[in-house]
Nanobody, 128 residues
């Protein structure tokens, strides 16, 4: 288990922006893919975005064009820039690391079963 720590959630109005951050252990980004998931009340957790060890990215169809995932190896950080937010994006957002497969390929439809380490989550509420 790798310790991951999310931050940056909060309350934002529809159409607004937030940037989530995920602090990962040193060298994690050199070996493993990182994904963002979210879980809305009463719904299953779903993959939102993913960035591979090589820096390739992918997104769920529902957020394409609105969300951007990036990473900073020097700071051991992964970011999720979320723009044009909608009320239906209200959820707890989690970052997760694939701590097993150094060749994981991000598809945009990540399954939580492929990710072995999870953060505690950060709440994002989109409401006027």
């Amino acid at each position: 288990q790798l310790p991951l720590v999310e931050s940056g959630g909060g309350l934002v109005q529809p159409g607004g922006s937030l940037r989530l951050s995920c602090k990962v252990p040193e060298y994690t980004l050199d070996y493993y893919a990182i994904a963002w998931f979210r879980q809305a009340p009463g719904k299953e957790r779903e993959g939102v975005s993913c960035i591979s060890r090589e820096g390739n990215t992918n997104y769920a169809d529902s957020v394409k064009g609105r969300f951007t995932i990036s990473k900073d190896g020097a700071k051991n950080m992964v970011y999720l820039q979320m723009n044009s937010l909608k009320p239906e994006y209200t959820a707890v957002y989690y970052c997760a690391a694939d701590g097993v497969n150094a060749y994981y390929v991000c598809t945009g439809a990540e399954s939580e079963k492929d990710f072995t380490s999870w953060g505690q989550g950060t709440q994002v509420t989109v409401s006027s």
